[in-house]
């Protein structure tokens, strides 16, 4: 009963991230969560964590502690609430990890991504045809989601919607788009899931949403570059196979959808390109992140290697009167605001992920893997330009790949380490 209560608290992640209406319910499923997590350790002095990771996450929060500490000393006006994304919610992540220690839980949770996934691409339909006025309103819409969560655009050649699910197809189209790669077996329900999102990213109008579905193809072939030769060139015959269906897919979406508005190729063409014209004055968006760089790469140079600590904004160029400190160009906020020392730490935490899992793959745990990492490195390069990362409910893109890496270690498939228990306040090894 629990674990559907976690599928109940990752679909909501997923399809309503950022929803104000249903903050509250998040926070009392992750405070179930861990309130029974801190029982079976109570009760059984046991959770699945292996060393590795606890260590690692725990230094990093403590990193982030201190650049929030460094932000309070400094006056900066978001340092309480970075604290919370940066130190307190990956603690919370970390104490759930240890319950996820059975197969069927990863079954079910890239389950609930698949079904995420789909019903983000339904509902992103329907918005669209009750934008038009084809279809009546959503029932329910208005009381979950308030009118400026809700918006959409349509102009010459391209649309633009907005709705809270489009933030989570940076990782979730991916992701689907390689368990359809990867699967041998039960690919019904990733393509139909595929079929249903890609109308919707189209619509979306994002220029980093469309950029990583095209690098969907790129992004797999690269992380799957790690697994056995045979089962290499199977992928990657299965690769080509999906990728043409997918652009046939898309090709076709395009006259579909442009039945219905005056969406174009030319248009979406036009529309992409524009957010690489940075010099153009006419393009808000493109001149915004260009005033964002060259107001935080002069404040980088005046506090070049420990920054100017979390929660730290230039008022010479804000984007959002709360939240001063947040930036669209969130990897050059972090510098700004971390440093080269912050900034490379977090690095050396990412990293060590990829180093993990490319030894995940290498010992035939791709099918598991694979997709996740595909996924995270999708938002990691969306993240570049919109702070997908910096909520509560945008870390999981971080801990869902560690959550299996995490119990790929603990079960001692990891050929270079025994496997761990973590048992009252020391480390004790124990047996697969």
């Known amino acids: 009963m629990l674990r559907y209560l976690g599928y109940i608290l990752f679909f909501l992640m997923l399809a309503?991230?950022?929803?104000l209406t249903l903050l509250y319910v998040k926070a009392a499923l992750f405070g179930i969560l861990l309130l029974f997590t801190f029982v079976r350790f109570a009760s059984t002095r046991e959770l699945a964590l292996h060393p590795r990771v606890l260590f690692a996450t725990i230094a990093l929060c403590a990193v982030s502690l201190g650049f929030c500490i460094e932000g309070m000393l400094r006056g900066t006006p978001g340092a309480g609430q970075c604290a919370q994304v940066y130190v307190f919610w990956p603690l919370v992540y970390l104490s759930l990890l240890g319950i996820i220690d059975r197969e069927e839980i990863f079954s079910g949770l890239e389950k609930t991504?698949?079904?995420?996934?789909?019903?983000?691409?339904?509902?992103?339909?329907?918005?669209?045809?009750?934008?038009?006025?084809?279809?009546?309103?959503?029932?329910?819409?208005?009381?979950?989601?308030?009118?400026?969560?809700?918006?959409s655009g349509f102009y010459s050649g391209h649309v633009e919607l907005a709705f809270p699910g489009l933030n989570s197809l940076p990782f979730l189209v991916p992701f689907v788009f390689t368990v359809a790669v990867t699967r041998e077996r039960n690919r019904v329900w990733p393509w139909i899931?595929?079929?249903?999102?890609?109308?919707?990213?189209?619509?979306?109008?994002?220029?980093?949403?469309?950029?990583v579905t095209l690098l969907s193809l790129i992004l797999v072939?690269?992380?799957?570059?790690?697994?056995?030769?045979?089962?290499?060139?199977?992928?990657?015959?299965?690769?080509?196979?999906?990728?043409?269906?997918v652009g046939l897919l898309a090709s076709a979406s395009i006259p579909f959808l442009g039945y219905f508005s005056d969406i174009s190729w030319e248009g979406v063409a036009d529309r992409f390109s524009a957010g690489f014209a940075f010099s153009d004055s006419t393009n808000v968006s493109a001149s915004?992140?260009?005033?964002?760089?060259?107001?935080?790469?002069?404040?980088?140079?005046?506090?070049?290697?420990?920054?100017?600590?979390?929660?730290?904004?230039?008022?010479?160029?804000?984007?959002?009167?709360?939240?001063?400190?947040?930036?669209?160009?969130?990897?050059?906020?972090?510098?700004?605001?971390?440093?080269?020392?912050?900034?490379?730490?977090?690095?050396?935490?990412?990293?060590?992920?990829?180093?993990?899992?490319?030894?995940?793959?290498?010992?035939?745990?791709?099918?598991?893997?694979?997709?996740?990492?595909?996924?995270?490195?999708?938002?990691?390069?969306?993240?570049?330009?919109?702070?997908?990362?910096?909520?509560?409910?945008?870390?999981?893109?971080?801990?869902?790949?560690?959550?299996?890496?995490?119990?790929?270690?603990?079960?001692?498939?990891?050929?270079?380490?025994?496997?761990?228990?973590?048992?009252?306040?020391?480390?004790?090894?124990?047996?697969?």
């Open 16 to 19: 309503f991230p950022m929803a």
């Open 113 to 151: 991504a698949i079904c995420s996934t789909a019903f983000i691409g339904i509902f992103g339909l329907l918005f669209f045809l009750s934008a038009l006025r084809m279809f009546p309103t959503i029932p329910f819409v208005e009381k979950l989601l308030p009118n400026d969560e809700l918006s």
């Open 193 to 211: 899931a595929l079929v249903g999102s890609l109308p919707v990213v189209l619509l979306s109008g994002r220029r980093a949403l469309w950029l």
């Open 221 to 245: 072939h690269g992380i799957t570059w790690f697994q056995p030769r045979a089962l290499r060139r199977r992928t990657t015959a299965r690769l080509l196979r999906t990728a043409l269906a």
């Open 288 to 432: 915004a992140r260009s005033e964002q760089y060259e107001a935080l790469a002069d404040r980088i140079v005046e506090h070049p290697f420990f920054g100017a600590g979390f929660g730290a904004a230039d008022f010479h160029s804000v984007r959002s009167e709360v939240m001063p400190w947040a930036y669209e160009l969130y990897y050059i906020a972090l510098v700004f605001q971390t440093g080269i020392v912050g900034f490379g730490a977090y690095t050396a935490g990412m990293l060590w992920i990829y180093r993990t899992a490319s030894k995940m793959i290498r010992n035939g745990g791709g099918d598991k893997i694979v997709p996740a990492m595909v996924g995270m490195t999708a938002m990691l390069i969306a993240t570049a330009t919109n702070p997908y990362l910096v909520r509560f409910d945008g870390i999981w893109v971080i801990f869902f790949p560690l959550a299996i890496l995490n119990h790929w270690l603990v079960r001692g498939d990891d050929k270079l380490s025994a496997m761990f228990l973590l048992k009252g306040r020391s480390f004790i090894p124990g047996s697969a």
